[in-house]
């Protein structure tokens, strides 16, 4: 082969032409093979005051009728209160639905206290979803609203009455300015262990670590993110054992994490 010449392997993409070709059963397998992955689904408050996914659907939804169909078995469609408003489609038993900000957070717990919805809607929604994201600084803000007597303030409590059923609560660290701008501009999401910068070393968090686990294991030099993720979570499992009305609702598992895209970590 000539110098500078590229290989003809070289010169085509990885491309699969033959999938229509394959048994039925085959296409299948595959199909369920590529919708069992976690995906990050984020949601947020438009200036319409609707939730707005932000995180293009599965594409199996639109690549012909039989992906369609077999992806349709897993995504949930939850309808919105009105026609013009896009559905969510999300699989509630290992899709991670991140609420990409303060203001997207409140606003879905308000709803699912003031508007119970319709079968399929928000309520729903909340009510089978298993894995939540929040930002750490909104997750911040409910802690110190603790203190608040309203029956359903925004506050950990109602986070915890609003999706009765999670297993996984996700707190997400790392400055951004524009949520929206940042999650549309990085496409699909993953989380990984936050750089040494981003773990937190003041604020709430860190102040309810020290409370939790006594000053003298809180210097600098100890304070990592699975200190940070006990402390929340014993903090929370002693919050339900004391509030009424939270005796019967899980207390998730809680982790701290950043978000990157998941197309760039793999090229």
Request: glycine share 6%; charged share 20%.
């Amino acid at each position: 082969m000539p110098n500078g010449t590229p290989s003809e392997a070289g010169d085509t993409t990885a491309a699969f032409t033959l999938f229509p070709d394959l048994p039925a059963e085959l296409r299948l397998k595959i199909s369920h093979h590529a919708l069992s992955n976690p995906r990050i689904i984020a949601l947020n408050i438009n200036h319409h005051h609707h939730l707005w996914q932000l995180t293009a659907p599965h594409p199996l939804l639109y690549t012909n009728h039989e992906s369609r169909t077999c992806a349709l078995r897993t995504q949930t469609r939850h309808y919105r209160s009105k026609p013009r408003v896009p559905k969510l489609f999300l699989n509630t038993r290992i899709d991670y639905l991140f609420l990409t900000d303060l203001a997207t957070l409140k606003y879905t717990l308000e709803s699912n206290v003031n508007h119970p919805g319709r079968p399929g809607g928000s309520n729903a929604m909340a009510n089978s979803v298993r894995r939540l994201a929040v930002p750490l600084a909104a997750f911040e803000t409910l802690l110190k609203q603790q203190q608040r007597t309203q029956q359903y303030q925004p506050s950990v409590p109602g986070l915890l009455r609003a999706f009765p059923n999670l297993e996984e609560a996700v707190l997400v660290v790392g400055e951004r300015k524009d949520a929206r701008e940042e999650v549309l501009r990085l496409g699909d999401l993953e989380f990984v262990m936050p750089a040494g910068f981003n773990v937190p070393r003041a604020g709430v968090l860190v102040e309810l670590c020290v409370w939790t686990f006594q000053p003298w294991r809180a210097f600098e030099h100890l304070l990592g993110v699975e200190m940070l993720e006990d402390a929340v979570g014993q903090w929370v499992e002693g919050l339900a054992t004391k509030r009424d009305g939270l005796d019967a609702v899980k207390v998730p598992n809680f982790s701290i994490r950043e978000v990157k895209s998941a197309s760039r970590s793999n090229t």
